[in-house]
């Protein structure tokens, strides 16, 4: 794939999060609404509820301009702390939780997520509830020993984090390092969610090609394992629609629920 994004410094300048909801999101049109949202949701419900994770704080790391993966978690958690490098993701995350006329419309999700949950509250409530539960937009950077340098945060319960590093690992070695790292922000005993795709190596934003780290399952597990974590439990599925693979070549989806050891 000629002129794919791969440096830090483009990234931040071309990176746009109308463009990404668009391609990615938006009711109707976008390829990741459907197939992974329900995968991804599906798992996100059956962890905070039967899976017995919940806690204090939940830290969504590389939170994008996107919400979805935090309406089960806003049941679990009494905060949540979102966080992402891109100044642009995070105004617009603002945005939404500003409940600005021009925030994305995630009514379409939302519902979803209240279908999933028996419809105990209207999707206007359940969006209510998740802007009362998130109590910070910090800047992050995967690729620092302390991605949240200057600010050393205390330890939380669950660290979440979909479809994000991919972008800034290079390979499963830097995948494994930014993992060993987190190792500091979550407490003795805590969760490690991260839920992402395998063995992609492009995806667009707009009109704009990124690179993609390219994940393989053999390696994945083994990662988590070498970066100190116990995995609970590792889920894969096959991308069943391929017919926007010149968009986004990943071929799979995966959800690992790893713990730190106490
Ligand atoms: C494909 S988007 C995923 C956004 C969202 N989590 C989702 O599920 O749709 C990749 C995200 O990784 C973030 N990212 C890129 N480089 C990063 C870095 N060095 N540290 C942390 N996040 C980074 C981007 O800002 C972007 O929000």
Redesign the pocket.
């Known amino acids: 794939m000629d002129n794919q994004i791969t440096s ?1 410094q483009t ?1 931040i300048d071309e ?1 746009n999060p109308k463009d ?1 909801f668009q391609t ?2 938006k009711a109707g049109e976008g390829i ?1 609404f459907g197939e992974w949202t329900e995968f991804a949701l599906q798992h996100l419900h059956e962890t905070f509820t039967k899976g017995g994770v919940r806690g204090d704080t939940l830290l969504d ?6 919400i ?2 935090l309406l089960s978690a806003c049941e679990a958690f009494d905060k949540i702390i979102t966080s ?3 100044e642009q ?1 995070r105004a617009e995350l603002q945005k939404w939780l500003k409940n600005d006329p021009s925030a994305f419309d995630w009514t379409h999700i939302i519902k979803f997520v209240c279908e999933l949950e028996g419809n105990r509250e209207s999707p206007e409530e359940k969006a209510e509830k998740l802007r009362s539960k998130v109590t910070e937009v910090l800047k ?4 620092k020993r302390n ?1 949240y340098d200057p600010i050393v945060l205390p330890p939380v319960d669950c660290l979440l ?4 590093l991919e ?2 690992c290079k390979d499963i070695k830097s995948f494994c390092n930014v993992l060993k790292n987190f190792q500091d922000l979550i407490k003795p005993g805590g969760h490690l969610l991260i839920i992402s795709a395998l063995n992609a190596t492009f ?1 667009y934003v707009g009109e704009k090609c990124f690179r993609s780290m390219t994940t393989r399952k053999d390696e994945l597990e083994l990662a988590f394992k070498e970066a100190g974590y116990q995995i609970e439990r590792a889920v894969y599925a096959p991308r069943a629609d391929k017919s926007k693979m010149d968009v986004a070549d990943y071929e799979f989806h995966y959800f690992i629920h790893a713990r730190k050891p106490q």
């Open positions: 830090q990234y990176f990404y990615y999101y990741l790391f590389g939170t994008g301009p996107t979805y993966q992402d490098f891109l993701n992050c950077d995967a690729l991605p984090s979909c479809l994000c972008a800034p995806y």
